[in-house]
């Protein structure tokens, strides 16, 4: 029997914790300080806020779609 173990879902989740970390300061947090620094306009902080969400939601999707949550028995 297969059983669900601490590695399996560890291995899961760190992949996604790596993407949130990664997209959260190279996407988000410099890009944001750099825009809003040369162009002094609040608008393009909020550009490099909606360009994190959508890089990082494509990033999930591709790990949803290897589907290795499915190959867990529980």
């Known amino acids: 029997m297969n059983k669900i173990t601490a590695s399996k879902i560890k291995n899961i989740h760190w992949c996604g914790d790596q993407i949130n970390l990664l997209s ?3 996407i988000r947090i410099i890009p944001a300080f750099v825009l809003g620094y ?8 909020y550009i490099a806020m909606i360009s994190d969400t959508f890089v990082k939601a494509l990033f999930l999707y ?5 589907g290795k949550w499915k190959k867990i028995k529980v």
């Not at 591709?62 to 290897?66: D, G, I, L």
Request: glycine share 0%.
């Open 24 to 26: 959260l300061w190279f």
């Open 38 to 45: 040369y162009f002094e306009n609040i608008l393009f902080v």
């Open 62 to 66: 591709r790990e949803f779609n290897k």
